[in-house]
């Protein structure tokens, strides 16, 4: 098994990858971005979010670096922008207007895809984190280890977000008002790090 999986790399990326994704910490910016939709809108709208992060970081992952010199394109330019339309969509959840422009969950606005799939799950951390770790790699277990390990935690967003409907029943129509408003907050002050970090890094390399 050593010979085709290198155990302490998909470990290195799994608590990586983690860390960053955080699924845990989705649940309540899941709940706030799903709160108007039903139960079945919700499985599906966990399903589309997961697909869209994956497919990033595996397009990130192969094609990446290739992608951004050909576009000119820093990574701190990516990791700014992805910060401004976080800050977007918390001001939105703040407001109540994610809400009022979403009655019935059928919205025109996927929020499956964005922000949820990108770039909250999928975003300039986790893609970033990604390209190192292909750079790095130079053997086909070191490929199998980054797979498995991308595979394992978008599997434990999925779970994270798939049971986010019990927390909801639990909660009722009052608390999930009261934990879309605590998402908000928190995910402005995601996006506010995320450009601080963008910002510092321009300075660096200027």
Sequence with gaps: MSDLLD??????????LFVIMDPPGTVPIF???????SRKQRNRAARQAILVAFGVIVVFAL????LLQYMHISLPALQ???GL????????LLTGKMEEAQPSGN???????VPLGTPLLAGPGAIVATMVYVKQADHADAWVAIALAILAVHVCLYLAMRFAGLIHRVLGESGTTLVTRVAGLLLAAIAVQMVADAVIAFVQTA
Excluded at 7 to 16: K, N, P, Y
Excluded at 85 to 92: I, K, S, T
């Design 7 to 16: 155990v302490r790399l998909f470990t290195s990326v799994f608590i990586t």
């Design 31 to 37: 709940l706030g971005l799903t709160g108007a939709m």
């Design 63 to 66: 094609f990446g670096q290739q």
């Design 80 to 82: 700014a922008s992805g």
């Design 85 to 92: 339309l976080l800050l977007l969509v918390a001001m939105e």
């Design 107 to 113: 919205g025109k606005v996927n929020v499956a895809l």
